[in-house]
């Protein structure tokens, strides 16, 4: 199959956006990059959407120097496997724009941002944000594209989260989401957001919460980092072309240290309160008009896959339309683009059958 390349990343651009909370964003930019050709009919655009702490960089090799924050150059998209020419969101059918969301520290207006009242970093004063204000920016950058609805909503993880609050936000928009390795509800809520706040600022450099011109906070986020990838599947995936557990492990924390240099402790812990209030559970009428794709995995840490069987039965009660596979892999919460393979044929075939 041909290969993405020459990717450009982009920024929209818009001006006072209110959040739930009350408070406002003087400008808001979200990053995002493109691929396919938009068709004179503007009918055939699907919108990637991004896990917890990754990019809008979701396929295809970035141009030379074109990269973007947070994006290293040459880097192949985190779902690669998924999108692109001849692949399951046929870049040769369907126009594919992938967004950096809000509060991220890719490119879009996070709390490593800065604030134009000040001049300086949000840091620890950027407002709270929930998955209804990250969905909200989205849909004025697909405004701002002229597209007058969507052929899907694709994502992992969070973006699986995005992709279900995007069919609860705004029904009848998309014909389909496919979230994968994620829940229609958060399974933590926000007690993990007390450990993570206190892990940061256990960091010598935390400042109060502006070490921005305190030499960061890297340390840290470089060990959260390592945890994190272990957890994910990480390790089962270096297995299959690195025997050697050591050099394993070398090589994840080499990933987690360079992920360390560009991240933002701010952003973590921004998008976890937005991922600890999420849940559409009690909105499944309004999902009827959009049929769904929802992809697990058993060997995922993060979400409870016996949970999965009751959020589909409760939502085929409600009258949507949603097809469940659960993926035969050992790759844990990184099935979905690492074990792509095994659902791409799915994916495509699903896509095809939408009206």
């Known amino acids: 199959m041909a290969e993405l390349t020459g990717i450009e990343s982009r920024i929209f651009t ?40 990754s990019s809008h960089h979701a396929a295809g090799r970035n141009a030379p120097g074109k990269q973007g ?80 609805g969507l052929v899907a909503v694709i994502g992992p993880s969070m973006g699986g989260f995005q992709s279900f609050q995007w069919a609860a936000s705004y029904p009848g928009f998309m014909k389909a989401i496919v979230p994968s390795v994620t829940a229609p509800r958060s399974p933590a809520g926000l007690d993990r957001l007390t450990a993570l706040q206190a892990r940061l600022a256990s960091d010598p450099n935390w400042n109060g919460g502006w070490y921005y011109d305190n030499a960061g906070i890297a340390r840290t986020l470089e060990a959260l980092r390592f945890e994190t990838l272990m957890n994910y599947g990480q390790n089962e995936i270096l297995a299959e072309t690195m025997p050697d557990p050591k050099a394993r492990e070398a090589a994840i924390r080499a990933s987690a240290r360079a992920w360390a240099q560009i991240y933002d402790g701010h952003s973590m812990v921004v998008l976890r309160k937005a991922i600890g209030s999420f849940d559409i559970t009690g909105d499944y009428a309004r999902l009827r008009s959009t049929k769904v794709l929802y992809v697990q995995s058993p060997s995922d840490k993060l979400f409870d896959i016996a949970l999965s069987p009751g959020y589909v039965s409760d939502m ?32 495509g075939a699903f896509l095809k059958r939408l009206p």
């Open 316 to 347: 085929r009660k409600a009258g949507v339309d949603v097809t469940y596979v659960e993926l035969p892999t050992n790759k844990g919460h990184m099935a979905s683009h690492a074990d792509a393979a095994l659902w791409a044929p799915i994916l």
């Open 14 to 53: 818009a001006r006072d956006f209110a959040l739930e909370s009350g408070q406002s964003l003087p400008v808001l930019d979200l990053a995002y990059e493109t691929y396919g050709t938009l068709a004179p009919g503007r009918d055939n655009a699907i919108l990637a959407v991004h896990g917890y702490t």
């Open 69 to 148: 924050r947070g994006v290293a150059e040459g880097a192949v998209g985190w779902f690669d496997g998924l999108i692109g020419p001849g692949k399951a969101v046929d870049t040769d059918r369907y126009f594919v724009v992938s967004v950096n969301a809000l509060g991220s520290a890719h490119g879009s207006t996070g709390p490593n941002c800065n604030d134009p009242r000040t001049g300086k970093p949000y840091g620890p004063t950027f407002p709270d944000i929930t998955m209804r204000d990250i969905v909200a920016a989205e849909k004025l950058l697909v405004d701002s594209l002229g597209l007058p």
